[in-house]
C-alpha cells in the first residue's frame, strides 16, 4: 500500500534563536525541511509528501520545493501550519488524499534521518502495529523534579525513574491512518508527539531502534553537529 508523509515545518524555532523559519534555515547549504523531504522519500514507499509550511510561508515553500530535485514518483502537498505542532499535523492530515493507509508523520527538524529507519517504520506497521515510533535508550540519567517554591530557588527532586524502562522517541512515526485521524479528532490536550495521542486512545504503541543521526535539530549546538553529519556523509 502506498505510504504518504506529513511534515510538520510551520515551527519558528524559538530555541534555535534569530534568524528564518528554522525549516528554512539551511544545513550544507540546503534548506533543512529541502533534506527533510528527500530524507522520507528516498524510501520507495513514500509516494506522497505533505508539507506544513509557516502560514505566512507557503508561496516560498513552494519554491524552494520547485526549485530542488526530488525522485520522480514523490508527489508533494503544501498547505499552511497552525500555531501548535499538534495543529500543524492535523492541517497536513486534512489534506490528505484518499488511497495512501499508512501515514508517517515526520518533523522538518529531524532532516537527516535515515531511510533505513523510515522503512523500518513502514514495516513495523504493515506489519499490523497501530502506531511505531524510532526509540532510542537514554545517555542521561533523568529526573522528576517539582516546580520551584520561587523563582530563582532550587527544584526539589522527587523521584528517578528507571533509565532502562525509558525511550527517547524520534520521528517518523508511523500510523495506520484511521487511527491517527481518529486520534486527531479526539485527543485535544496539549501533546508533544502524534504516538501519545494513540496511546490516549488506548491503542497499542510500539518501538523500532531509533538512529542517533535522525535527531531534532532544537538548538544551536545541534546545527554544528548536523553540519558535522552532513559533512562526514559528503567524504
Ligand atoms: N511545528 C509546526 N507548527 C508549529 C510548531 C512546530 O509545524 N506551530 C513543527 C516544527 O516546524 C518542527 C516540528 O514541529 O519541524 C518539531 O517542533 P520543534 O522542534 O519544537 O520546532 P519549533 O517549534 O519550530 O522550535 P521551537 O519550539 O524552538 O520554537
Ligand atoms: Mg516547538
Do not use: C, N, W, Y
Amino acid at each position: 500500500a502506498p505510504v504518504a508523509a506529513v511534515i510538520p515545518a510551520a515551527g519558528r524555532g524559538v530555541r534555535l534563536g534569530p534568524g528564518a523559519p528554522k525549516a528554512l534555515r539551511t544545513l550544507g547549504g540546503t534548506p533543512m525541511l529541502i533534506h527533510a523531504v528527500r530524507a522520507l522519500a528516498a524510501s520507495r514507499a513514500v509516494r506522497l509528501v505533505v508539507v506544513v509550511a509557516p502560514p505566512e510561508g507557503t508561496t516560498e515553500v513552494k519554491s524552494l520545493l520547485d526549485a530542488h530535485a526530488l525522485p520522480e514518483r514523490t508527489d508533494i502537498l503544501v498547505v499552511p501550519g497552525g500555531s501548535s505542532r499538534q495543529e500543524s499535523v492535523r492541517l497536513g492530515l486534512q489534506a490528505l488524499p484518499p488511497g495512501h493507509d499508512i501515514v508517517l508523520v515526520h518533523d522538518a527538524a529531524r532532516p537527516l534521518v535515515p531511510v533505513d529507519t523510515v522503512d523500518a517504520v513502514i514495516e513495523a506497521v504493515r506489519a499490523g502495529a497501530p502506531a511505531v515510533v524510532p526509540a532510542l535508550p537514554l545517555a542521561d540519567t533523568v529526573k522528576q523534579v517539582e516546580p520551584a517554591a520561587a523563582p530563582g530557588e532550587p527544584e526539589p527532586v522527587v523521584a528517578t525513574p528507571d533509565r532502562s524502562l525509558l525511550r527517547a522517541v524520534q520521528t517518523p512515526q508511523g500510523f495506520d491512518r484511521a487511527t491517527l485521524v481518529r486520534a486527531h479528532e479526539t485527543v485535544t490536550t496539549d501533546v508533544t508527539d502524534d504516538a501519545s495521542m494513540v496511546e490516549q486512545l488506548g491503542e497499542r504503541v510500539v518501538t523500532v531502534p531509533g538512529h542517533e543521526e535522525a535527531f531534532k535539530v532544537t538548538r544551536p549546538l545541534d546545527l554544528v553537529l548536523a553540519e558535522a553529519v552532513l559533512a562526514r556523509r559528503r567524504l
